[in-house]
C-alpha cells in the first residue's frame, strides 16, 4: 500500500468512494454525491491552507483517503482542524483508514496545530468512533438528533485529539491563516 499525497488525477476515484458513503451511510449528512470537480475543489482548498489531503493506493487502485480541513473559517480557530476519513466499501477493516488518518495527523503535528476535531456521523457508527479512539481520540461530546437521514434522526459524536502539547503551552507556529466570516 502507498500512502500519497491526493493529486488532481484522483479526483474521480475519491468522489466515488465519498459518494459511496453519502448514498448509503451515515458518516456524513451529505445526500446527493458531489463530482469529481467538488471533490478536487476540495482538494485545492485544503492543500491552498498548506493542509494535508491524503490518499491510499493499492495495485493503481485509489483504497481511500483522509484530510484535514480548517475547523470553522475565523481566526481565533487557526489552531484547530477537523478530519474527514473515507475508506472504499471492500476496502474497510485493512488498515487503510489507520494509515491515511495517521498520515494526516503526523502532518498536522508537524505544522503545529494543537487541536484536531472529528465530527462523526451516527453514534452508531462503530468503525469511525473505533478508528477515531484508536489513533488517540477523545470522546467530548454527542449532538443528538442533529441530523436527518435515511428516514431517521441521526446524532453526531464529538472526538478530539491534541497535538504539539494542546493547550499546555502557548502558540509556537502561525497556525492557519483564516479569512474569516
Ligand atoms: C470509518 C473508516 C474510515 C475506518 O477505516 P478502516 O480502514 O475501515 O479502519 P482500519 O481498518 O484502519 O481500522 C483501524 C482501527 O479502527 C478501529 N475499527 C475499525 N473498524 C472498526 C469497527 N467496525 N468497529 C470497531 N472498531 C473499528 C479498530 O481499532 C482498528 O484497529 P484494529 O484493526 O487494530 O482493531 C471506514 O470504515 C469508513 O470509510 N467508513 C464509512 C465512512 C465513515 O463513516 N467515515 C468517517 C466519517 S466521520
Not at 500512502?3 to 458513503?21: C, F, K, Q, S, V
Not at 469529481?36 to 491552507?49: F, N, P
Not at 478530539?160 to 494542546?166: D, E
Amino acid at each position: 500500500m502507498i500512502i500519497r499525497p491526493a493529486a488532481a488525477r484522483d479526483a474521480e476515484a475519491l468522489a466515488g468512494i465519498y459518494g459511496h458513503h453519502v448514498l448509503h451511510g451515515f458518516g456524513t449528512f451529505e445526500e446527493v454525491p458531489p463530482d469529481a470537480a467538488w471533490m478536487e475543489a476540495k482538494r485545492r482548498d485544503v492543500t491552498g491552507h498548506g493542509l494535508p489531503f491524503i490518499v491510499a493506493e493499492r495495485d493503481g487502485r485509489v483504497l481511500g483517503y483522509a484530510y484535514a480541513g480548517p475547523y470553522r473559517p475565523r481566526p481565533g480557530y487557526r489552531f484547530t482542524v477537523e478530519d474527514s476519513v473515507y475508506i472504499a466499501p471492500d476496502a474497510v477493516g485493512q488498515g487503510v483508514g489507520r494509515a491515511v488518518l495517521g498520515a494526516v495527523l503526523a502532518a498536522c503535528e508537524g505544522l503545529g496545530l494543537r487541536q484536531v476535531v472529528a465530527v462523526i456521523g451516527d453514534s452508531g457508527n462503530a468503525a469511525s468512533i473505533g478508528l477515531h479512539r484508536a489513533l488517540g481520540f477523545e470522546q467530548t461530546g454527542v449532538g443528538r438528533s442533529v441530523g436527518f437521514k435515511h428516514g431517521r434522526w441521526v446524532d453526531i459524536v464529538h472526538m478530539q485529539k491534541a497535538l504539539n502539547g494542546g493547550d499546555t503551552r502557548a502558540p509556537d507556529a502561525p497556525g492557519l491563516t483564516l479569512g474569516g466570516a
